[in-house]
């Protein structure tokens, strides 16, 4: 028997978690992703067959972590095999039952298959510390089962590139140590050692496109092009190497016109880029925006983003557009695109608005406004500024179109035109709060004074300071 049949994976294994290593020095441990299955039980056999070999990069050694889906009536049983085989190989072993989480997945409309996915990611991301990296055991024809599907998909360069071989993993890191090696290589090899495993049965059913992938539709390429499996593999290789310039290239743009903290990109600049940039930043924008809870950032899709282009980026000066995405909304405002959470509605107020209520000393304390719309109080400024409020302080909305105000020094307009004249956008208007002062407009939250409670001469006054809400991803 040759040399690289008896060593099989390991010399593979070994080079990629040198690599690893280098890019990531911080992590200490390995943790096996155990299946029970062949792909995973060879990992495992390999690490623990060449421990001596990578101990000095990662002395926090090895253990393994089992999720237990629920799905099949083996589980319990594969469950119990990979804890034995583990404590035979004198491994730590973590096991972790996903079953209620992954009815309450199905339940909201994911495909059992995805659901299984998400809930298995969810025990990884919680469980793989800082100083940790989780090995999953992909090879290549996973790899040329993914790529063969994101064409059959219609995807981009990111779809194409297939399986990565790493990135990072709440707060550890993902690793895929044999992507290089065929199923045929690790089962050559396990069998040479003996090892036991378990056989989903799931996998033969080729209802599942990926079982039909692997089962029916790669064996029938490889009759007539031997070589379909390397194939795909290497036009993996050259797509991750797109994506990775196409990626800095993204990045790089937003950097200049992306506005980190407020969620927002600018729209001037965009449309004077081609179709394709256009098309590329706002994939990464919004793909940078996804919820970090998700296992794999979010990719919109091909007709997401020219629905975005065409009622968005392209809507008119004067519009508002409104596109959902995966629960957010994106609005377009002047010179910005935004992607935000929907606020909270706000309930009814009562017909005579809120009361501030002042302290027995005088003083207006901070006032938290109801249904999430933050927060009032009162900072003392230097210009600009308005009388210091003697008499009954109210809070309201707007709720009539024909209110009309004047802004110290300025001539009597409808409330709806200097909301729009003082850039506050659509979605915030009706929710900016309005202080009345004995049954008269004082003050316009995030505008200013109103005629006839500015300070003399423009000196020290009081300012009402709004401290909007932060939203956040709604609870599940």
Not at 58 to 87: E, M, T, Y
Not at 274 to 299: D, F, I, K, T, Y
């Amino acid at each position: 028997m040759s040399d690289k049949l008896l060593a099989g994976p390991v010399p593979g294994l070994l080079i990629s978690l040198n690599k690893l290593h280098q890019q990531a020095p911080e992590v200490r441990t390995l943790v096996i992703a155990l299946s029970g299955g062949l792909d995973s039980m060879v990992l495992l056999d390999s690490c623990i067959n060449s421990t001596s070999q990578w101990i000095a990069m990662f002395p926090g050694g090895l253990r393994a972590i089992h999720v237990h889906h629920g799905l099949s009536a083996n589980a319990d049983h594969w469950l119990a095999f990979c804890k034995q085989q583990c404590a035979l190989a004198d491994v730590a072993f973590f096991s972790a039952k996903v079953g209620v989480r992954l009815q309450g997945l199905s339940a909201a409309g994911e495909s059992l298959e995805e659901a299984a996915r998400h809930s298995r990611y969810q025990v990884f991301e919680r469980e793989v510390g800082s100083d940790e990296v989780l090995l999953m055991a992909h090879h290549k024809d996973d790899q040329a089962e993914t790529v063969l599907l994101n064409l059959l998909r219609g995807s981009g360069a990111r779809g194409l590139a297939g399986i990565p071989e790493g990135r990072p993993l709440g707060r550890g890191q993902l690793w895929r140590p044999l992507l290089q090696h065929s199923r045929a290589e690790l089962e050559s090899y396990a069998r040479h050692r003996s090892l036991s495993w378990v056989e989903d049965e799931s996998n033969a059913d080729t209802r599942l496109s990926r079982n039909f992938v692997r089962h029916e539709l790669l064996p029938l390429m490889a009759s007539h092009w031997p070589a379909a499996r390397d194939a795909l593999v290497r036009t993996a290789q050259l797509q991750a190497d797109n994506d990775e310039l196409l990626s800095l290239l993204a990045q790089q743009y937003l950097h200049e016109h992306a506005d980190t903290e407020e969620n927002s990109l600018q729209v001037t600049a965009l449309l004077a880029a081609s179709s394709a940039m256009q098309r590329l930043v706002l994939r990464h924008w919004l793909h940078n925006a996804s919820c970090p809870e998700q296992p794999g950032r979010l990719w919109p899709d091909w007709q997401c983003l020219q629905t975005l282009i065409d009622e968005v980026l392209l809507a008119g000066t004067d519009a508002e557009p409104l596109l959902h995405w995966q629960g957010r909304e994106i609005r377009r405002f002047r010179d910005s695109l935004y992607l935000m959470w929907p606020a909270e509605t706000l309930p009814p107020p009562p017909i005579d608005g809120y009361l501030w209520q002042q302290t027995p000393d005088g003083r207006l304390p901070v006032m938290v406004l109801p249904g999430n719309n933050g927060s009032l109080r009162l900072l003392h400024v230097k210009e600009r500024g308005m009388i210091f409020p003697t008499g009954e302080c109210r809070v309201r909305y707007r709720g009539s179109e024909g209110l009309e105000c004047a802004l110290a020094g300025r001539p009597r307009r409808a409330l709806k035109k200097i909301l729009q004249e003082s850039d506050v956008p659509p979605w915030i208007r009706a929710r900016t709060p309005l202080i009345y002062i004995n049954n008269q407009l004082a003050w316009i939250a995030g505008v200013g004074v109103c005629e006839g409670f500015q300070t003399d001469n423009g000196g020290y006054g009081w300012a009402v300071n709004w401290q909007m809400p932060v939203v956040e991803a709604p609870e599940h």
